[in-house]
């Protein structure tokens, strides 16, 4: 049997690359010939912390990659011919992303359409379509409203685009990274705060007559900010938490200030099994329609050999001004 590259975490802060056996390929299941995988702020979190974990350590050969573009060499579906480039999104279950050939199942891969856009682009479509579906699970008006969105990763910019697309009359973005607010500039920020010079919360009363957001997005995942979501949102407003949590600890929480607000707070998890797909798929048309451009988001590439390195700039992103981190296997 043919082998292949492969990344996997072996302890807390490291993964390594090495060279393995392909395993088979069960029913059901497709054989995809990895391209490119990119790094999710999710990742970070269990290489590097230790959150979220699904498995013990060592972890199995390709996790926690779930975000790739590939072609499909062997099938075991008739619904995803060999040959296929696809969108691979993997429940992280399940997931072989940092694998040179990644066994998943056909409901997990969106064939990419024939576009002037890079494939590497299309590969946005994936975080892109986690943020189309947490919209479309929790849907909040939000015409002619004002908005904050904390943390300005690829995720938070793609909130950012899909709230001044909702129609928000003004929008307050938060982030550490000189260069991600000016990514956000272009898609649809009104006011930007790098939080490390300056404080948002006394930006937001200002701009609201002391009232706050009517809605609020949380896309970071780590205690401070969750808190000042609470602190951001006005009465009977709404705080989305989208940021899958850094830590597996409780977060100290001031509840009194939740209730006496009436807010209302939603999570969304799960998106890969959404029935056919569909915020995947409009992902995909939005970004090969050109309606937007994520080329200034694929900052910095490394091959998979490289794969610690490239954990490190982007658990560094202000040092390093990235912006989207990812593997290819070229």
Same mark, same amino acid.
């Given at each position: 049997m043919s082998?292949?590259? $492969?990344?996997?975490?072996?302890?807390?802060? /490291?993964?390594?690359?090495?060279?393995?056996?392909?395993?088979? @390929?069960?029913? &059901?299941? #497709? /054989?995809?010939?990895t391209e490119m995988a990119s790094i999710c702020g999710s990742d970070l979190h269990r290489v590097k912390m230790g959150a979220l974990m699904e498995y013990e350590l060592p972890c199995p050969h390709g996790y926690p990659g779930h975000e790739g573009i590939g072609?499909?060499?062997?099938?075991? $579906?008739?619904?995803?011919p060999e040959g296929t480039h696809v969108l691979t999104f993997p429940n992280t279950t399940t997931c072989e992303g940092f694998n040179e050939y990644q066994r998943i199942e056909a409901k997990y891969c969106l064939p990419l359409p024939n576009s002037e856009v890079s494939r590497p682009e299309m590969m946005m479509a994936q975080q892109f379509g986690t943020v189309i579906y947490a919209m479309k699970k929790h849907p909040r008006e939000i015409q002619g409203k004002t908005a904050v969105v904390i943390g300005q990763g690829s995720a938070g910019l793609f909130w950012t685009y899909l709230i001044k697309r909702a129609g928000a009359s003004k929008i307050i973005v938060s982030d550490l990274s000189d260069a991600r607010l000016k990514v956000s500039k272009k898609y649809g920020?009104?006011?930007?705060?790098?939080?490390? /010079?300056?404080?948002?919360?006394?930006?937001?009363?200002? @701009?609201?007559?002391?009232? &706050?957001?009517?809605?609020?997005?949380?896309?970071?995942?780590? $205690?401070?900010?969750? @808190?000042?979501?609470?602190?951001?949102?006005? @009465?009977? &407003?709404?705080?989305?938490?989208?940021?899958?949590?850094?830590?597996?600890?409780?977060?100290?929480?001031?509840?009194?200030?939740?209730?006496?607000?009436? #807010? /209302?707070?939603?999570?969304?998890?799960?998106?890969?099994?959404?029935?056919?797909?569909?915020?995947?798929?409009e992902a995909l048309e939005l970004i090969h329609e050109k309606k937007i451009d994520v080329s200034p988001l694929l900052s910095h590439r490394y091959p998979i050999e490289d794969i610690n390195l490239a954990m490190e700039v982007a658990h560094r992103p202000v040092e390093e001004e990235a912006l989207k981190v990812s593997v290819h296997f070229g």
């Open positions: 082998k292949m590259r $492969s990344a996997r975490l072996v302890e807390i802060g /490291r993964m390594e690359c090495d060279e393995i056996e392909m395993g088979p @390929l069960q029913p &059901g299941k #497709v /054989r995809v010939q072609q499909v060499v062997e099938s075991q $579906s008739e619904h995803l920020a009104d006011v930007c705060i790098n939080a490390g /010079r300056e404080d948002l919360m006394p930006v937001v009363l200002d @701009l609201t007559q002391g009232l &706050g957001a009517d809605y609020v997005v949380e896309a970071v995942g780590q $205690s401070q900010t969750l @808190l000042q979501s609470v602190e951001a949102v006005q @009465l009977d &407003g709404e705080v989305h938490w989208f940021g899958l949590p850094s830590v597996d600890e409780n977060i100290p929480f001031s509840f009194a200030q939740f209730f006496k607000k009436r #807010v /209302r707070a939603v999570t969304t998890y799960g998106a890969q099994d959404e029935p056919g797909s569909s915020s995947f798929q």
